[in-house]
């Protein structure tokens, strides 16, 4: 079958860094997504990785390892409102999205 | 600002009534989807429309009835519902390129609903 997965919670402090590890088994791949999602708001699009390495975006970056089924999103600087639920999605050779649970990023003082 | 937009944002049912959600995107897209998202799980794909043709229906309860009337509006008309329902119901679009697949999802805030 087809999995994603990631960490349920991570907690870290305001001003540090913060790594959110992603792993998948997908029939095929098409590319990975991360979304942000505030508590009863709208999934919103981070990033999205198709070839290895790393995709700089101000204070996010997010990585891939195709070989290794294995990506992370990378927080730094942490501000309060950086607490959010993180998704992790995997495009497979159907371009069908296959989602992880999320990861509750919780940021304090 | 959202360019998908849903209502109403909360709900609450009885198990024999009849109610819809409603979703529309102001994105140009030619896909829309609706997802359910309960706590702590992956989202689950209920149906997608490309082109206004539903392509899939990933073994839903009859109970939940989509309807896409045009590429901007898809709704989700819902009767007598069990409690499990009860999650947060959440649409999206993204631009459908053939033989390519979809492109970036984007999603509505979504809509709670709660089953008595």
């Known amino acids: 079958g087809q999995n994603i997965d990631q960490p349920t919670e991570m907690t870290a402090t305001e001003g540090a860094i913060v790594q959110i590890n992603c792993t998948y088994q997908?029939?095929?791949?098409?590319?990975l997504f991360w979304y942000q999602q505030h508590a009863g708001e709208a999934p919103t699009f981070l990033s999205y990785?198709?070839l290895d390495g790393l995709e700089e975006k101000g204070r996010f970056s997010s990585f891939l390892s195709r070989s290794k089924g294995y990506s992370y999103l990378l927080l730094k600087e942490l501000q309060m409102k950086d607490s959010a639920s993180y998704l992790c999605?995997?495009?497979?050779?159907?371009?069908?999205?296959?989602w992880g649970a999320g990861t509750k990023l919780i940021i304090k003082p | 600002e959202t360019g998908v937009t849903q209502t109403p944002r909360h709900l609450v049912m009885g198990m024999t009534n009849k109610k819809s959600l409603k979703c529309e995107q102001h994105?140009?897209?030619?896909?829309m989807y609706w997802y359910k998202q309960s706590a702590k799980k992956p989202l689950e794909l209920m149906f997608v429309?490309?082109?206004?043709?539903?392509?899939e229906n990933n073994s839903v309860p009859s109970r939940f009835s989509p309807e896409c009337p045009n590429s901007s509006h898809l709704f989700l008309h819902l009767h007598t519902l069990q409690p499990e329902d009860s999650a947060l119901y959440l649409c999206?679009?993204?631009?459908?390129?053939?033989?390519?697949?979809?492109?970036?999802?984007?999603f509505g805030p979504g809509t709670r609903l709660t089953v008595l």
């Open positions: 997908t029939s095929g791949f098409n590319g």
């Open positions: 990785n198709v």
């Open positions: 999206a679009s993204s631009q459908e390129i053939p033989g390519q697949g979809a492109d970036t999802q984007y």
């Open positions: 994105l140009g897209h030619n896909a």
């Open positions: 999605a995997v495009r497979d050779s159907n371009y069908q999205l296959i």
């Open positions: 429309y490309n082109f206004k043709e539903q392509t």
